[in-house]
């Protein structure tokens, strides 16, 4: 499913509904504001996109544009807002009256016992409840009410006033032209109600956030005190009349007559009554026609089963530039949730996902195994929270990185970002850097997996505040060196994504590369060691690292493949590819020394029979201390790139020399994941059960290296049944869906 969000992706309607975006699949914002509604339904059309998620599309002129274009065009749009029972909110087809959700053909057929007795219930309960969309006084019984505002002796017509800017004033408002008209025609009714003999007393409410009352005359009309609950008014008065106000709702499930002059999406034949004109408000006070109780049952039974959603709402008041207040909802804890009619899930258990990577631009391994993780949680239907340190290189800011993250992953319900201190320029931060230094070599800290560097203190303090505060099952830590991440108290299901086991990779790294070799292995081992044991589960990326981490801890270690989402097929789109191989590559030792040793001895041999061979490289490597500077022939550098599809998609093949390191290679996932045609070394394949020359080519040496790289080269047929070969082997072994059905296991209970 594909769906299109218009509006912003930090907007507070969203950040409401944040826990259940997951379903609609893969969404992508746009700004109304910036949208030709023509040009919208072309590129819906064009990208495929399923659905388009707004809120109020009355909202503003620009989404009102495009609402009715999607509408015309036969788009289908999910309009978004609150219901008009208490606790309610709906993902409809259309918005209030124009929505054909509340036709009689939709709702208006016999009940079974039991939806009639469930819904009776409701009503019994409704009818005694204090909630109410808006804030309420304390209730008291009608009688009371009656005495208190001194209107015994008539028959009492209740008149709820809505907000004169409200969307339904303005676009559904029916014979009326404003709420001061309504007033108008209330008052006139009100004079030849008493001059025909038979006088009302006419109760005016104002709305709850109004700061000012429409001015009335006479001494027929009047307003309640702004305390009294609305539910006391409906109970104490013998019909109510409203423009279209969600009252006149709740005025039907009290069983009172009731009539609007607005249009009404429930304005139909047994529930309220349409009026046109003060003689029609006159004739229905006259005539008093009661609701029929089995239509009401009917409707109401249709809002709670078909249309609305219910939850516990969390609501700010806040006042606007204008002086006027205005209740904005900052989070629905959804009970109960329908979209489009149909059932869905609330929300799955709530996880924090902790890393030390941000999971967008994806530019190394690490990224593309925390980025795809999270896609398949939020696909398994978790309320997924992240906090990710912010150490980005490139100086970008925290709030910068939140609203990338945001954008890729809009279902995330909370995102924290905190920036590492060692960015922290001013005197200050400079002297608690200074102090976290001195402490960290006081403990030891080069030489333990996590330190004060590794994972500071502020960062600790960030997730802890993250868990107290939405109280997560489940707590999942990407790398052994977050493992201080983990509160102390922390009482869910603590799980260590390994990554690979790190020991492994600094023995490697020393011998292999001579890197880090101030750094003590045994005390490093241990720690890790201490680190991985913290935890109530592990995952490993590398079935021969399960075993190993099998042998240190007594919890449960899983195996989770790295795994990417296919992507599309598009090889056949060009006559030539404008890279010869590819190369993508964080700056780690592995991947410099590989590309060296691809540089000084595959290369060589590849250009005795092709001269002009040149091989992309993309990625940070070219920010290695040990590749600053250096030209390298045959290189072409073109770095960290906003968006690898196009690379890969015109990259004849695939190189990945790595001569060490651990854990499971994530850029040959990738590669297979994109289908392309692939050379690598025996240790780039750790984990990956491919077959040579029918997934891959697999390559000990520099002459075999160079030897299937030609080969790819020069025979179309030879990359295409690799290609081929390369998608079956991701479909098999690296999939989404496979990766998601692992991942329930992980989450069991």
């Known amino acids: 499913m594909r769906t299109l969000i218009l509006g912003q992706p930090n907007a507070a309607f969203y950040g409401s509904i944040r826990n259940v975006l997951y379903h609609f699949g893969d969404a992508r914002f746009m700004d109304e504001s910036k949208l030709d509604p023509p040009l919208l339904v072309e ?23 495009c609402y009715r274009a999607l509408q015309e065009a036969g788009v289908t749009v999910v309009a978004s807002d609150r219901g008009a029972l208490p606790g309610s909110w709906f993902f409809d087809r259309g918005f209030n009256y124009d929505s054909p959700s509340y036709a009689p053909g939709q709702w208006d057929r016999p009940l079974s016992e039991e939806a009639r007795a469930q819904t009776r219930r409701y009503l019994g309960s409704l009818r005694q409840s204090t909630r109410a969309l808006e804030a309420q006084g304390p209730r008291r019984s009608g009688s009371e009410l009656r005495a208190r505002l001194r209107i015994e002796g008539a028959p009492v017509l209740f008149v709820p006033l809505q907000r004169p800017k409200d969307t339904v004033v303005r676009y559904f408002s029916g014979a009326v032209s404003s709420l001061s008209e309504l007033v108008d025609w209330i008052e006139e009714l009100a004079e030849r109600l008493a001059a025909a003999g038979t006088p009302w007393n006419v109760v005016l409410k104002k709305h709850p956030l109004e700061t000012a009352r429409l001015p009335v005359r006479g001494s027929r009309v009047r307003y309640a005190p702004d305390t009294t609950h609305v539910h006391d008014l409906i109970e104490a008065s013998d019909a109510v009349v409203c423009l279209n106000s969600g009252v006149g709702l709740l005025s039907l499930c009290f069983g009172k007559p009731t009539g609007c002059f607005g249009d009404s999406f429930y304005a139909h034949p047994g529930l309220a009554s349409s009026l046109r004109s003060v003689d029609d408000a006159q004739r229905f006070l006259s005539e008093r026609p009661a609701p029929d109780p089995s239509k009401v049952e009917r409707f109401v039974h249709h809002l709670r089963s078909r249309v609305y959603s219910f939850g516990r709402f969390e ?18 804890e959804f009970e109960e949730l329908r979209i489009l009619g149909e059932e869905l899930p609330c929300g799955g258990d709530r996880v924090v ?49 939140t609203r990338e993250i945001r954008e890729e992953f809009p279902q995330l319900e909370f995102i924290e970002v905190p920036r590492h201190p060692k960015f922290d320029r001013s005197p200050r931060g400079r002297l608690r850097r200074l102090g976290a230094r001195v402490a960290d070599r006081a403990t030891l800290g080069p030489h333990r997996i996590a330190s004060l560097d590794s994972c500071p203190l502020s960062f600790r303090r960030c997730v802890a505040e993250l868990c107290a505060k939405i109280k997560p099952k489940f707590l999942f830590v990407n790398y052994a060196k ?25 023995v490697e790294d020393q011998e292999r590369n001579g890197a880090r070799r101030e750094i003590n292995r045994r005390v490093f081992q241990r720690t890790e060691h201490r680190a991985l044991k913290r935890f109530d589960r592990l995952v490993a990326i590398n079935p021969d690292e399960r075993a190993v981490f099998e042998s240190i801890v007594d919890a449960p270690v899983f195996f989770l493949p790295a795994f990417s989402e296919e992507h599309p097929d598009r090889s056949n789109q060009f006559w030539s590819f404008d890279h010869d191989a590819l190369l993508v590559a964080s700056m780690s030792n592995f991947n410099v020394k590989g590309l060296l040793w691809f540089v000084r001895e595959v290369m060589p041999l590849v250009r005795r029979q092709r001269p002009d061979f040149e091989l992309t490289v993309v990625g940070n490597i070219a920010r290695a201390p040990d590749l600053r500077g250096r030209e390298l022939d045959g290189v072409r550098w073109l770095g960290v790139v906003p968006d690898l599809e196009p690379i890969y998609e015109q990259a004849a093949c695939v190189v990945a020399p790595l001569l ?5 290679k994530i850029k040959v996932v990738e590669a297979l994941a994109y289908g392309k045609a692939i050379v690598a070394t025996p240790k780039a394949l750790d984990g ?7 997934h891959l080519r697999r390559a000990a040496s520099p002459r075999e290296f160079a030897d299937a790289l030609l080969s790819i080269l020069s025979s179309e047929q030879e990359r295409r049944k690799l290609e081929q070969g390369a998608r079956e082997l991701h479909r098999r072994d690296h999939g989404f869906e496979a990766a998601r059905a692992k991942l329930r296991e992980i989450f069991a209970p």
Do not use: C, K
């Open 353 to 401: 996902v902790v890393s030390p990577v941000v999971p967008t631009g994806i530019y190394r391994g690490s990224q593309a195994r925390v980025s795809s993780t999270l896609h398949a949680m939020i696909a398994n239907g978790m309320r997924v929270s992240v906090a990710v340190l912010n150490t980005s290189f490139a100086n970008r800011s925290s709030r910068e990185l």
């Open 482 to 506: 977050l493992a201080p991440a983990l509160p102390s108290d922390f009482d869910g299901v603590s799980i260590l994504d390994t990554h690979d086991y790190q020991t492994q990779f600094l």
């Open 43 to 65: 590129w819906i059309a064009e990208h495929a996109i399923d659905r388009v998620l707004m809120p109020n599309p009355y909202g503003n002129p620009a989404r009102l544009a």
């Open 660 to 664: 060490g390191g651990a854990g499971m």
């Open 315 to 332: 609501t700010e008041l806040v006042r606007e530039p204008d002086g006027s207040l205005q209740r904005v909802t900052r989070h629905i």
């Open 688 to 694: 990956i059960r491919a077959t040579d020359g029918v």
